[in-house]
């Protein structure tokens, strides 16, 4: 595939973590148009299991929708900040809870034709109970389950966040077969 020149970018908005752009662009046989798009650093999500096997969910009220959603711990990446360092803030602010063990398990593009965002995708185990510190506008009711009622829950949509439903797909293979994480 042959890439689009930008001809030139406009930042329509700036927000805390994103920025509204306007793209004016030529695609390679010539023609020229207009691109709207949304800047990101990033997110990651992590994918924690307990001693036991089971997977930590996090339930939230998500403003936008009107309704909760069933997730896995998550966060907007900070410009500038490791996205594993984000990933460990995530899972305490959210779940309550640390990790000893990490291994980053793919990444994702969220919403490729909207956003340059990227998600990275991180298992974590060797859990340890920590004080949860979410934010003034956050409150979470944390949920273990096992990785038979999670695949219960995607296929009756209880579970339907997309990147949860692609962090799911990523760390399948570990969570069905209860093989350890650092196996790959």
Wanted: charged share 35%; with cysteine.
């Amino acid at each position: 595939m042959r890439p689009w020149e930008r001809l030139s970018r406009e930042v329509l908005f700036t927000g805390p973590t994103v920025r509204f752009e306007h793209d004016r662009f030529r695609l390679p046989d010539g023609d020229e148009g207009d691109y709207y798009h949304v800047w990101s650093p990033g997110a990651v999500m992590v994918v924690p299991r307990d001693e036991e096997g089971r997977i930590v969910l996090v339930r939230q009220y998500r403003y936008l929708l009107g309704e909760d959603s069933l997730e896995l711990p998550a966060g907007g990446l900070k410009e500038g900040r490791d996205p594993l360092e984000q990933a460990r803030m995530e899972l305490e602010e959210e779940a309550g809870v640390t990790a000893r063990r990490w291994k980053e398990t793919g990444r994702f593009a969220s919403w490729n034709g909207v956003s340059n965002e990227i998600c990275r995708v991180y298992r974590a185990w060797d859990l340890k109970r920590a004080d949860a510190r979410p934010d003034r506008t956050e409150e979470f009711e944390v949920i273990r389950a096992t990785w038979g009622e999670v695949a219960r829950m995607v296929e009756t949509n209880e579970i339907f966040d997309g990147m949860t439903l692609a962090s799911i797909a990523l760390a399948r293979r570990w969570l069905e077969t209860g093989r350890s994480f650092e196996e790959d």
